[in-house]
């Protein structure tokens, strides 16, 4: 099956500063790249919605200026915390699509964020 | 706007029996596509089966089965034999006018935690 890499796993980090995100997708191109956030015992809200070369689309209520998205190539997506404050600690999960594949959806394995 | 909804936040179940898992749905689009997928404690989620609305018969996947009925807006999802591996959060999800070369987001319901008692 394809592979989906998103890094780091796991983020530790102060109030206050940014947290870079990478989402890969090894052995396909992703022309859209979905961001979702997970709190815990919650289920997956998509953040955004962003396609190669393009701007990021954000669902109502996420701060497009606090998630920063670049989506520069088909397989590099990532997704930029700036400035997090702990209510930001959550789990981030990417999930790029790969064309044609219309009954699957692939998904990174996540990143658990906690801002001190 | 679509909606879906799972009405069962926890669930147990007895090593080796099969369990239902509900899941209802909401849409004006003729054409979606309905997933499941299985969340263990590492967070991880993994596929389990898919079910388009125009698929004429019930998607199977081994032990996994869809049981779809489009009138009613469901797709109940049918695990036989359980086992303990199966404990885990499962989450049905949906995709309006699945394009060939467009990717429609996935929208999720909230959840139901499985557990398998041994």
């Known amino acids: 099956g394809a592979v989906v890499s998103q890094h780091p796993s796991w983020v530790i980090c102060k109030s206050g500063t940014s947290v870079k995100i990478e989402c890969r997708s090894l052995?396909?191109?992703?022309?859209?790249m979905f961001w979702y956030r997970q709190f815990p015992k919650q289920s997956l809200m998509l953040m955004a919605t962003?396609?190669?070369?393009?701007?990021?689309?954000?669902e109502q209520g996420v701060e497009k200026d606090k998630f920063l998205i670049n989506h520069a190539s088909l397989t590099l997506s990532t997704l930029t915390v700036t400035s997090a404050h702990p209510e930001d600690s959550s789990f981030y999960i990417c999930?790029?699509?790969?064309?044609?594949?219309?009954?699957?959806?692939?998904f990174g394995a996540g990143t658990r964020l906690s801002v001190l | 706007a679509q909606k879906i909804t799972q009405t069962q936040p926890g669930m147990f179940v007895q090593e080796k029996e099969a369990v239902t898992l509900d899941c209802t749905y909401d849409?004006?689009?003729?054409?979606?596509?309905l997933f499941w997928y299985k969340q263990p404690s590492s967070g991880e989620m993994i596929f389990l089966i898919y079910?388009?609305?125009?698929?004429?018969q019930n998607a199977t996947e081994g032990r996994y089965s869809l049981n779809f009925q489009k009138a009613r807006k469901s797709a109940n999802l049918v695990i036989s034999a359980s086992q303990l591996g199966d404990s885990a959060m499962y989450f049905c999800?949906?995709?309006?006018?699945?394009?060939?070369?467009?990717?429609?987001?996935?929208?999720f319901g909230q959840g139901t935690e499985l557990s398998v008692k041994p």
């Open positions: 999930s790029p699509y790969r064309v044609g594949a219309k009954n699957i959806q692939y």
């Open positions: 052995d396909f191109q992703a022309t859209t």
């Open positions: 962003s396609n190669e070369g393009s701007k990021a689309t954000y």
């Open positions: 849409t004006s689009d003729p054409s979606y596509g």
């Open positions: 079910q388009g609305s125009y698929d004429q």
């Open positions: 999800a949906m995709r309006e006018a699945p394009l060939y070369n467009q990717g429609g987001k996935l929208i």
